[in-house]
């Protein structure tokens, strides 16, 4: 097959990697080309330039992924990056009369709300509370409405090579834990990756939606405590933390494991054991 990749990051770079690894022909579109692997076919395109700017599609590429990340997180990034590119690439493909057999959008599980504690399916419906939540819900609603055969995928709390945040905190002492549980959800960037090609290549036709989460949803206290165990630090004081953008929600993953997806991290403890062992490399 002939993939388009638009916004080949880290995550965009990985999934590429593991397209090309199967046998598949990949395209990958992003400002700084000269960063991706010399397996892509490379272009240069800045998805916030006008359509008319765009290069023209191979009429026969089979499968559109959109894994654009903002350079910011503020308001007019996230319009700029999501919404606007998506009508963008919705009149590009229109103009080189390119009908993929598939297209998936990275979205996120932020366009849910808080719900204090309890689970979350692809049933429920959303309620952004942030203005960049707010766009990725307009913009789903977008692709949905103007693409076909589209599939989006909200992932939740991506971690993996080079992604320390947490990591981070309990080595330098910031961590706080939380005084009440509050429930967080994640994805190692490798299962996130090889989600995104096995809903592309499935034989079956995929349903609309799926969350892109491991097994097990977790206190993030347990999460902070694990990790200090194993970095020999001593456990974080209980205090006041920043607001989760994951909010206080249990997500399940049953529909993306109906596919016959499997996980290489089906929980955060094999993720991080991976993590702190130098395992990966988070692509530029």
């Known amino acids: 097959m002939k993939i388009l990749i638009l916004g080949a990051g880290d995550l965009g770079t990985e999934a590429g990697l593991r397209f090309v690894a199967a046998g598949h022909q990949v395209t990958a579109w992003r400002r700084r080309t000269e960063l991706l692997p010399a397996t892509f076919a490379a272009q240069r395109v800045d998805l916030g330039d006008p359509a008319a700017d765009w290069p ?3 009429a026969e590429t089979d499968t559109v992924v959109f894994t654009p990340a903002a350079p910011e997180r503020s308001e007019s ?9 998506v009508r963008r690439l919705a009149q590009t493909l229109v103009r080189d009369g390119v ?7 990275v979205s996120s599980t ?5 719900a204090g504690g309890g689970w979350i399916s692809e049933g429920d419906p959303v309620s952004p ?3 960049t939540a707010k766009i990725l819900a307009e913009t789903e609603t977008l692709v949905r409405e103007t693409l076909n055969h589209a599939v989006v995928l909200r992932l939740s709390g991506i971690y993996g090579p080079g992604r320390n945040h947490l990591v981070n905190q309990l080595k330098n002492g910031t961590a706080r ?5 509050t429930w967080t959800n994640r994805i190692h960037r490798d299962d996130a990756a090889a989600a995104i090609v096995h809903l592309c290549t499935m034989d079956a036709a995929p349903e609309p939606l799926y969350l ?12 902070q405590g694990f990790l200090a165990e194993q970095l020999g630090v001593a456990a974080p004081m209980p205090g006041e933390t920043a607001v989760s953008r994951g909010g206080d929600r ?5 529909r993306l494991l109906s596919t016959g997806f499997t996980f290489t991290f089906p929980s955060y403890r094999e993720g991080y054991a991976s993590v702190l062992a130098g395992d990966g490399v988070r692509h530029p």
């Open 56 to 58: 023209r599609i191979d």
């Open 77 to 85: 990034a996230y319009r700029r990056t999501y919404l606007q590119a």
């Open 99 to 105: 009908a993929p057999r598939r297209f998936l959008l």
């Open 110 to 114: 932020a366009v849910y709300g808080d």
């Open 129 to 131: 509370q942030t203005p």
């Open 177 to 181: 834990r939380p005084e009440r549980t």
């Open 212 to 223: 892109g989460v491991d097994h097990e949803p977790a206190d993030l206290a347990e999460v």
């Open 250 to 254: 249990r997500l399940s993953n049953a």
